[in-house]
């Protein structure tokens, strides 16, 4: 390896890196660097997206409650995460739902890209003991859950699931409404979910 440095009288070194005798660079960059030598000597090596990397991991939380009134799904205006396509997503919800009167009643879904497909399951029991605990479990986005049929007017519950994205970006979502018309269906404030890409 030769190089040439010139050291000037202010103390500072200038010069270019060279190559090694068999023409090839002293420095190699592994997968996903980015390696620069600059005409002053200086050398700027940086990090670049590996294809195929997982990077989505999100956590939504929500901070005021949200009611929905008649009985047409709405998205949740905070529970939702775009995603690329042909990508695998484990989805989990915790939240707090409280419908207008017993037996008013919600309908859930959990919306995703065209071509997507996802194996969910929701658990749900009222906090006084009057209801459940039940479970409801769905395979194709937009499928309905009906959890609050016969539930009190304020239940809890845990949604649990993996959604593998098809050929088309888009969104995961979770939407809800009334499952019969009365004084709406409302998602309380410090209800949670969490998105992440597994594949």
């Not at 037996?103 to 029991?125: H, I, R, V």
């Not at 519950?157 to 994205?165: A, Q």
Request: proline fraction near 5%; hydrophobic fraction near 40%; aromatic fraction near 12%.
């Amino acid at each position: 390896m030769t190089s040439t440095f010139i050291v000037d009288n202010v103390g500072g070194i200038s010069g270019s890196l060279t190559n090694l005798v068999d023409g090839s660079s002293y420095l190699v960059a592994g997968d996903g660097i980015s390696i620069l030598s600059g005409s002053n000597g200086s050398v700027a090596i940086s990090a670049l997206p590996v294809t195929g990397s997982v990077v989505g991991d999100y956590w939504k939380y929500k901070t005021t409650d949200q009611t929905v009134i008649g009985t047409t799904l709405t998205d949740d205006v905070d529970f939702h995460v775009d995603v690329p396509a042909n990508s695998i997503w484990f989805v989990t919800f915790d939240f707090i739902m409280t419908t207008g009167n017993h037996p008013g009643g919600s309908t859930w879904a959990l919306d995703a890209p065209a071509g997507s497909s996802l194996t969910f399951a929701l658990y749900e029991w009222s906090p006084t003991g009057v209801f459940g605990p039940s479970s409801f479990f769905v395979t194709s986005p937009g499928a309905t859950f009906q959890p609050g049929n016969n539930s009190p007017s304020q239940f809890v519950g845990m949604g649990r699931g993996t959604v593998f994205i098809g050929p088309s970006s888009g969104s995961i979502k979770l939407q809800f409404c009334e499952a019969f018309s009365s004084t709406g269906a409302t998602m309380q404030a410090g209800s949670v979910m969490h998105a992440k890409q597994i594949g």
